[in-house]
């Protein structure tokens, strides 16, 4: 099991930058498919960002390729979100989730048994 924790998310205008954090603990992260996701208000949940579990393939929707990377840390067991040219569309709550019992990323938030708690992102036009 992996407990998560998210930081970073805030108040930011349009263009900027912020970097989110997602701090695991217990069973070490390189165990699992990480991701980010998000949702919007009035929007389902979706993936932002993903690792397969040998962080040898990442996954980026199309709404945030070419302005986000995602990244770790595996002796921190520290995942990262390094969100560029920040658009008010990218308001959210940001979640980070862990993904057991298989190496493929998923797309789907049902495929991913852990969740953090989430940070808010608002961008400001």
């Known amino acids: 099991q992996v407990q998560l924790v998210e930081s970073g998310g805030g108040l930011v205008q349009a263009g900027g930058s912020l970097r989110l954090s997602c701090a695991a603990s217990?069973?070490?992260?390189?165990?699992?498919?990480m991701a980010w996701f998000r949702q919007g208000p009035g929007n389902e949940r979706e993936i932002v960002a993903a690792?397969?579990?040998?962080?040898?393939?990442?996954y980026y929707a199309d709404s945030v390729k070419g302005r986000f990377a995602i990244s770790r840390d595996n002796a921190k067991n520290t995942m990262y979100l390094q969100m560029n040219s920040l658009k008010p569309e990218d308001t959210a709550v940001y979640y980070c989730?862990?993904?057991?019992?298989?190496?493929?990323?998923?797309?789907?938030?049902?495929?991913?048994?852990?969740w953090g708690q989430g940070t808010q992102v608002t961008v400001s036009s």
């Open positions: 989730a862990a993904r057991p019992l298989s190496t493929r990323i998923n797309i789907t938030p049902a495929s991913y048994a852990y």
């Open positions: 217990g069973r070490s992260f390189s165990s699992y498919v």
């Open positions: 690792f397969s579990m040998s962080a040898t393939t990442t």
